[in-house]
């Protein structure tokens, strides 16, 4: 579904990316394992061309991302929900919805589309019509991925999920991760430091060390490798 091709990103004379190359199949959980700079959120940011290409290609669905803006990007079905949520807190949670589905081709999906972002978060549906700003950090990153399942995405982007959240809020939205992959048969490419829960939910896992892919393998491989262990998962 995805294909990364040599992808390069600098800022400055930073080199962010460097020749990463890396592929994520129809229907998987595919996460990103790596420390603070490596070059995770680089990496998402690149795939929905929020930061420019130094070289390489992005294939999606088999066609080229290198001509595409960041909003037809999204329409093509490919959704970002980006670190630190980035909802708008003047905006109640269904205004924050609404701006989700602005992309949407056939308008008449909106009410399927809501549904299924209550099913998932019934929490939402009790502050509907409460600012984004006032609700908790687990609120606000339910609602953060809410408007991102309201572009119908065949792809979905999340960055750090479970950032400053406590722990039974983190179980839960890795719970809702999985349910939408299974439910929906969604692609799901996650980007997150805590390692253990990431393989936990994951089919595949890449790791980025310095803008490079370092390595590769099936979650539960990795869950057990010796250097993961020590690099992310505590020994």
Known sequence: MLTVKNLSVRYGAIQALSN????????????????NGAG?????????????????????????????????IVSHGL??????????PELTVMENLDLGAYTLADQSQYSTLLDKVFHYFPRLQERKEQKGGTLSGGEQQMLA????????????????????????IVE??????????????????????????????????Y????????????AKDLLHDDRIKELYLGG
């Open 207 to 218: 790791v980025v060390e310095t803008g490079e892919i370092k390595m590769d393998g099936q």
């Open 145 to 168: 991925v809410g408007r991102a399942l309201m572009s119908h995405p065949k792809l979905l982007m999340l960055d750090e999920p479970s950032l400053g959240l406590a722990p039974l």
């Open 172 to 205: 839960k939205i890795f719970e809702i991760i999985k349910q939408v992959n299974k439910e929906e048969g969604m692609t799901v490419f996650l980007v997150e430091q805590n390692a253990y829960e990431a393989l936990q939910v994951a089919d595949r896992a």
């Open 20 to 35: 990463i190359s890396f592929e994520i199949n129809q229907g998987e959980i595919v996460t990103l394992l790596g420390a």
């Open 79 to 88: 959704a970002h929900c980006p670190e630190g949520r980035r909802i708008f």
């Open 40 to 72: 995770k959120t680089t990496t998402l940011s690149a795939i929905s061309k929020t930061v420019k290409w130094a070289g390489g290609d992005i294939l999606f669905e088999g066609n080229s991302l290198k001509k595409l803006s960041p909003h037809k």
